[in-house]
């Protein structure tokens, strides 16, 4: 199945709350406000990704740091039905892309390094994820931190 990818837009905010629960649980899911203001604050950054029959199958949101000007994916997720057809490394591309044409030269993300699939996505993808720190998250909650350079294209 063929995957369009769209902005964001707040008519989809109970869809993509719902979605988000499912692919990351209760524990680590955002709560529905939080879409609404990345929407807000981050604006373009935020992209989803529409199935043939109009379902949101999975989303990806960026960010920019106002003082290093490097860009971060905060959050990448497909959902479990919808997995390995290319969904995640289509909505990465746009969101780098976007990054590009803000002249950003480096963007960075954190993943557990128990999450064998996003490593292998972010592997796949040309990021570098040599540096670990320890306890990011909290006691336990070690994060990985990928990174890669881009080619401004201004
Ligand atoms: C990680 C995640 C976003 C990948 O989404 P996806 O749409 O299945 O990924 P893609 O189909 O675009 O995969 C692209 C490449 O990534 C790698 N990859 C994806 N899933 C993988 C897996 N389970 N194991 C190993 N490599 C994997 C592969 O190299 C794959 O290419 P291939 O299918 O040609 O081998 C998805 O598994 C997910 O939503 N997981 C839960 C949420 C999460 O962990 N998000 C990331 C942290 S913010």
């Not at 109009?54 to 290093?68: C, Q, S």
Request: proline share 5%; charged share 25%.
């Amino acid at each position: 199945m063929e995957c369009e990818v769209i902005r964001f837009v707040p008519a989809y905010l109970d869809e993509i709350a719902s979605m988000d629960l499912e692919i990351f649980g209760k524990k680590e899911a955002y709560p529905r406000a939080f879409f609404r203001q990345a929407h807000d604050i981050l604006g373009n950054l935020f992209y989803l990704a529409k199935t043939e029959d109009g379902k949101i199958a999975g989303y990806i949101l960026g960010g920019v740091n106002p003082e290093t000007g490097q860009g971060w994916v905060i959050v990448l997720g497909v959902l479990p039905g919808q997995r390995r057809k290319g969904l995640a490394k289509k909505l990465l591309s746009f969101l780098l892309k976007d990054f590009e044409k803000k002249s950003i030269s480096r963007v960075r993300l954190s993943v557990s390094p128990e999450n064998s699939a996003a490593c292998g996505l972010y592997k796949n993808t040309g990021f570098d994820g040599s540096h670990i720190i320890p306890d990011y998250f909290g006691p336990g909650e070690s994060r990985i931190i990928y990174e890669k350079s881009l080619s401004p294209s201004r």
